[in-house]
């Protein structure tokens, strides 16, 4: 790629943006990029009958043979490192002398600190679930209500990396309080932890400004399914909100639209690009939930492609915002690096078909802007790459070219427009 | 493969039982295996701005580019040889003088004539649609109405193979007796066309033994749409008429669940296999509606699939039935070739998983089945192929055999079962 010397340059000028806009997040040091990783929930849900499904029940089997798989499929390699265990993991009741959790020993029967030492030892992070209030959201296992020091000092002996923290069960309990307050005792153990609240889907007016300062992400819209349809809607929600959503995210804090569902049954290869680019122009967390021992080849490389990872993973960590919606197609725009020699951002720039176009609601769309319409100024123009295949550099486009594109219904076109030098 | 000098053997068998069973269907010679081509209306509909939509439009442009497709990416090599110009072809009024359907001037400028012999040089066949009754379903063009004999001969002028005759505006107009006139009037031309009746469709209890008679193939559902819903609605409306529908169908007479849209943007890899795998078990008509430009490889590799091409295209013309359900399991068994050495058929078997598994709607479904309970009961037994790999030869099963397998949400498998030899 051209222009390396100076991307060195503008890194660490992105460096310095980037120690100045996240100053007001949670400053435990982590996710200074969008965590990538791998979760099992909306894949296997809480599946805890091992007779009837052994393949597919949460189990240290599932988890031990996904940290396999994310080493010798490529996964760890392009950044995936969080193997993170969702609900569903825990016996019924605390130790009844020391209070403590514990995982279910039928299905964990080598215990959860086995199981850490085998996911760091692939050289994986280890998370886990727990729940603000006074039960799991799948009622399984006790919520950490009353017990938050002593929980978070079992997740520190566990030596998780990566704490997903649920919302159910919090009837009289103020989250306002408590999330910060589990925070702390996360902070309390030394032990550095990502730290992921479901704080404002919980609540009708969330306070990003409060959450920012607390929580490395936070879940913000409905469970994620494997369907187009609920790509689409948490697309719409985050459309809807995004003034308020945008401004608070930054390294170490990220709004999270859930996870990644490729690979699974109901994504067309359409749908399954679509929520591949759109959260990575979202800056979102990256966590895939999948059987990652038959996603096909080419999900696979979906969800493995460099160059839009590249996107999702970039330093200077500003999420996209949509900036014009025309008929169905609606553009997101991410500023990234590289910059050019006077500090002109490059764009990750997202070209989403999501509605039924009337005219010929099967017909891919044709879409035509000019560039400075979309903010693209800079006068010495932007060399354009189709993120989706990096073998295709599409050309140099000035801000006042046009720039013409077909877009599949339910699909997406996804480019990158490198800032040129001015000399 | 093995037996080959039995096979020829069975298909003379075959032969006899074909002339048996189809003395009663349309004697017109053609569509002794279901038609299969291309057609253009799930995926194009009725696109006649050219200016505006160049490359999707109703033309012959789009025609002559699909004729040249068929051949080069090798569809016509693995059997799909009708191209048939659905709806929207025609002008709106005849000729003034002659009373003859015209093609509309702007879209077809080089007349039908010229793009039947484009057609014709590449060795493919040619189609036309037509409607029996006022107006095109559209209300585009005119309506064969009164105009069977002249509409035929300007399609035998044409070098038309294959007729496609729609069923509306027909108020007042008795389809038992017009679609029967129709047919003789192609009849009298003297050219051999596959004659494909929209009749029953249009009716609350249609005589199917009288429209096996009259027509080569006849649509009894729902016009199918790109998605997964569509195709399992198909599925289920075949289901709930199988007693009345299987019967009547045979070498030359074929029940259409309407055209296969894999290869465009909306069903997820499983659901493009349900529908290749289930149109052939049902002995339907494989006439794909997509453009065969941005066919994905994996797609076109099902689309092209030998083995289950072969199973569509079995000489015995014997439609599938299910067999059995089971929660979300429909299991569907045609008796295909070859036949043993005491003439038991082999058979070819879908297992499809068509509903949501309240256990785990997102697991793939662990079913078990002893091979007798689907009335497999050679004692010799079957040698297993699954009909998605080839390469994957599954091994013997007596009768007696358990036969086990994982079959994805909203998806299929699908395996042969090749009679072996009594000695």
């Known amino acids: 790629m051209r222009g390396e010397g100076i991307y060195v340059l503008l890194l660490a000028i992105g460096g310095l943006a980037l120690t100045l806009t996240s100053v007001a997040g949670l400053e435990n040091g982590l996710a200074r990029t969008p965590p990538m990783g791998w979760m099992p929930f909306e894949r296997f849900r809480c599946l805890t009958d091992c007779v009837k499904f052994p393949r597919d029940c949460i189990s240290e089997r599932l988890f031990m043979r996904t940290a396999d798989l994310l080493v010798s ?13 969702d609900d569903c993991w825990m016996e019924k009741e605390r130790n009844a002398i020391t209070a403590e959790l514990m995982a279910d020993r039928e299905r964990f029967p080598s215990g959860i600190n086995h199981l850490s030492a085998y996911i ?29 020091s002593i929980d978070a000092k079992t997740f520190a002996s566990w030596s998780v990396d990566y704490v997903k923290l649920d919302g159910c069960y919090v009837d009289g309990i103020d989250l306002n309080t408590a999330y910060p307050a589990f925070g702390q005792a996360l902070n309390r153990t030394g032990r550095p932890m990502v730290y992921s609240c ?53 390294p ?140 295709r550099q599409v050309g140099l486009f000035k801000p006042q070219d046009q720039f013409t594109i077909r877009i599949n219904p339910s699909g997406v076109e996804f480019y990158k427009f490198k800032s040129e030098d001015i000399y």
């Open 252 to 391: 170490g804090s990220w709004n999270d639209p859930d996870m990644l569902v490729l690979g699974n049954y109901h994504l067309s290869y359409d749908a399954s690009r679509l929520q591949q680019a759109m959260w990575a122009v979202l800056a979102a967390p990256l966590i895939m939930s999948n059987d990652l021992q038959t996603v096909r080849p080419e999900i696979r490389a979906l969800l493995q492609n460099r160059d839009i990872i590249e996107v999702d993973q970039d330093p200077l960590g500003i999420p996209g915002h949509c900036v014009l919606t025309s008929g169905n197609i609606q553009v997101w725009l991410r500023p990234v690096m590289p910059t050019n020699n006077i500090g002109a951002h490059s764009f990750a720039v997202a070209f989403a078909n999501i509605g039924e176009h009337y005219e010929c609601p099967l017909c891919p769309q044709t879409f035509r802007i000019i560039l400075q319409n979309l903010g693209l100024s800079n006068q010495m123009g932007y060399v354009a790459y189709d993120l989706f295949d990096s073998k």
């Open 120 to 148: 760091h030892n692939k050289s994986l992070k280890f998370g886990l679930y727990h729940d603000i209030g006074r039960r799991t959201c799948m009622h399984l296992g006790p919520g950490a209500h009353g017990h938050y």
């Open 73 to 85: 499929e490529g996964y760890a390699a392009a950044g995936y490192k969080y193997l993170i265990i």
């Open 198 to 250: 479901s704080w404002p889907y919980y609540q009708n007016n969330p306070n990003f400004e409060l959450i920012r300062k607390h929580c490395n992400l936070w879940r913000f819209a409905d469970d994620i399914r494997d369907s187009t349809a609920s790509i689409i809607n948490t697309i719409f929600n985050y459309f809807k909100r995004q003034d308020n959503l945008t401004k608070h995210a930054a």
